[in-house]
T-cell receptor
Framework: GENVEQHPSTLSVQEGDSAVIKCTYS??????FPWYKQELGKRPQLIID?????GEKKDQRIAVTLNKTAKHFSLHITETQPEDSAVYFC??????????FGAGTRLFVKA | EAGVAQSPRYKIIEKRQSVAFWCNPI?????LYWYQQILGQGPKLLIQ????????DSQLPKDRFSAERLKGVDSTLKIQPAKLEDSAVYLC???????????FGPGTRLTVT
């Protein structure tokens, strides 16, 4: 079946460094790619999303890039802060249908 | 605006018992989703409603799980009978339309013993 692979599963960075999380999807019809942040015991919250007609999108310290040919997309967080520590999930959907989430990346930002 | 509401927040049942979860989406949101999140994994879509119609239930274990969304607003998800592997957090989410941001509820943590 369709799936989304996410790497790494765990990422530890020093405060102020950058963090990169990568995802690969299998369904070539996927056209919407959101990223969610989930803090311990809390609900997932959207932090940024990108559609297939765009190659890159940026919002302050967060950016997402999409390579449709290779079917992968990445989340970039610059100038990381301790409050960025959380689990990050990528997802892929086709027109808002069949949303598939990756397994998650646990990000630790060390002060 | 009020967020997505879910109840109960926690539920402990024995295997083979039945359980039901309730979700009230954000007002005006046409699309409603139920996800199962097993500890340490990403959310897995169980069923998606557009208004009161089912648009995707391909990953719903239909022999034991059922869901409905009457009048295109509130929704209930039922498990009957429950198995040990159903222990998870059940998340409800809604979006204004698709594909737009999904707003998640606080979830119901189910423990099956």
């Amino acid at each position: 079946g369709e799936n989304v692979e996410q790497h790494p599963s765990t990422l530890s960075v020093q405060e102020g460094d950058s963090a990169v999380i990568k995802c690969t999807y299998s369904d070539s019809a996927s056209n919407y790619f959101p990223w969610y942040k989930q803090e311990l015991g809390k609900r997932p919250q959207l932090i940024i999303d990108i559609r297939s007609n765009v190659g890159e999108k940026k919002d302050q310290r967060i950016a997402v890039t999409l390579n449709k040919t290779a079917k992968h997309f990445s989340l970039h967080i610059t100038e990381t802060q301790p409050e960025d520590s959380a689990v990050y999930f990528c997802a892929a959907s086709t027109g808002g249908f069949k949303t598939i989430f990756g397994a998650g990346t646990r990000l630790f930002v060390k002060a | 605006e009020a967020g997505v509401a879910q109840s109960p927040r926690y539920k402990i049942i024995e295997k083979r018992q039945s359980v039901a979860f309730w979700c009230n989406p954000i007002s005006g949101h046409a699309t409603l989703y139920w996800y199962q999140q097993i500890l340490g994994q990403g959310p897995k879509l169980l069923i998606q409603f557009q208004n009161n119609g089912v648009v995707d239930d391909s990953q719903l274990p239909k022999d034991r799980f059922s869901a409905e969304r009457l009048k295109g607003v509130d929704s209930t998800l039922k498990i009957q009978p429950a198995k040990l592997e159903d222990s998870a957090v059940y998340l409800c989410a809604s979006s204004f339309d698709r594909p737009y941001e999904q707003y998640f509820g606080p979830g119901t943590r189910l423990t099956v013993t």
